[in-house]
């Protein structure tokens, strides 16, 4: 694996004298492969958040969702996630085109629980695996190099009241997100997406009018 921490993560460590305490941890928690409670958690996982940076290593954080199972093993060190329809911005997927280093963060907030998966992605048009995942676009494969659990002292305690009914599942077709009908989108959105955008807007337009 490569180096967990650099100079700067030292310097600190040194300051607050906790380099025996980093080091412990390194060689107690972190590690390569996916454990049997990794995978599960994973597996149950409904969201998870997602760390990536360019060429010039600007970062940029993005949230993930979908149904629990969208996040899966391929093996032991592979992760895959589908890319479902967003907002056409790609910030996470093109920082994955041109800097392969991600940083995936999982949080259970029922049972608070983190583990962090660190490691090198690469993005897939024509994946084996998107017919798996139901309204994917493009499948994303992560190799691991870290994966480490966090204590979850400062994860408050939340629960799911329900999941997104705009999260992509079997046999379902998910309604057209409300600002996919704004008129300052529409005439840019591609034309995949116009004729149910235009339909949506009408819709909303008669539920409005009381017609």
């Known amino acids: ?20 305490l980093a080091d412990r941890l390194a060689s107690v928690t972190v590690r390569p492969s996916f454990t049997a409670e990794d995978r599960a958690f994973i597996e149950r996982s409904p969201m998870f958040f997602l760390a990536t940076a360019d060429a010039e290593v600007r970062p940029d954080c993005s949230y993930k969702g979908g149904l629990p199972g969208f996040g899966r093993l391929v093996d032991d060190r592979t992760l895959a996630f589908p890319d479902y329809d967003g907002n056409g ?13 991600v940083a995936l963060l999982f949080i259970d907030f029922t049972q608070p629980k983190r583990l962090r998966v660190n490691g090198l992605a690469t993005l897939g048009r024509d994946d084996a695996l998107v017919p798996d995942f139901p309204g994917a676009v493009f499948v994303v494969r992560v190799a691991t190099t870290h994966i480490f659990p966090n204590c979850p002292r400062y994860v408050h305690r939340m629960a799911l009241v329900e999941p997104s009914t705009y999260a992509p599942r079997g046999n379902y077709e998910p309604p057209v997100p409300a600002w996919k009908t704004f008129d300052a989108f529409r005439d840019a959105l591609p034309a995949r997406d116009r004729e149910a955008a235009a339909a949506a807007a009408r819709q909303q337009r008669e539920q409005e009018s009381g017609t």
């Open 1 to 20: 694996m490569a180096p967990l921490y650099h100079e700067g993560m030292r310097q600190l460590q040194d300051a607050r004298d906790t380099r025996a």
């Open 89 to 101: 911005m790609y910030r996470s997927l093109g920082n994955l085109e041109v800097n392969p280093n």
